[in-house]
């Protein structure tokens, strides 16, 4: 199963093709299912700004759509010298696969912080309360 460091290191690779024109902020993800198979995403923006795709929504996309489910973690790297938290909404999507993903964050020097959704994310929104993930 791949490591934290190595997450972050496909995250920085899928930052490469981010399409970020008007904010200037690449973002890439690289998502790990715990069956070990590995998604990217990048964000895409457009110019009505609702319409913009984060990495983190790319990645959960393409494995959704290969029929994965179950996640293990997922990395997020920009070029800032911030850790690259996930947005709200993100952290909402992240948090509908499981409480337990580990999110590695990570900043323009490859340097990185691992947090749980969980923790990123307390009291998150679910239709069940009382349904575990």
């Known amino acids: 199963m791949m490591i ?6 496909e995250a920085i690779k899928a930052k490469e093709h981010a399409y970020a ?9 690289a998502l790990l ?7 990217t995403g990048s964000n895409v923006e457009n110019s009505s700004y609702g319409l913009t795709i984060c990495a983190e929504q790319s990645a959960i996309s393409a494995a ?3 029929g994965e489910r179950d996640f293990a973690a997922i990395a ?3 070029n800032s010298d911030q850790y690259c938290s996930p947005c709200g ?3 909402q999507i992240i948090a509908e696969f499981g409480l337990a993903i580990k999110v590695i964050m990570v900043n323009k020097n490859g340097d990185f912080q691992e947090l749980t959704i969980s923790e990123l994310l307390p009291g998150s929104f679910t239709l069940n309360a009382n349904t575990p993930k």
């Open 89 to 91: 909404a993100c952290r």
């Open 33 to 39: 299912t715990n069956s070990g198979r590995l998604f």
């Open 64 to 66: 959704v759509s290969q």
């Open 76 to 78: 997020v790297a920009c």
């Open 21 to 29: 024109p008007y904010s200037k902020f690449p973002v890439g993800a």
């Open 4 to 9: 934290s460091s190595e997450l972050a290191q």
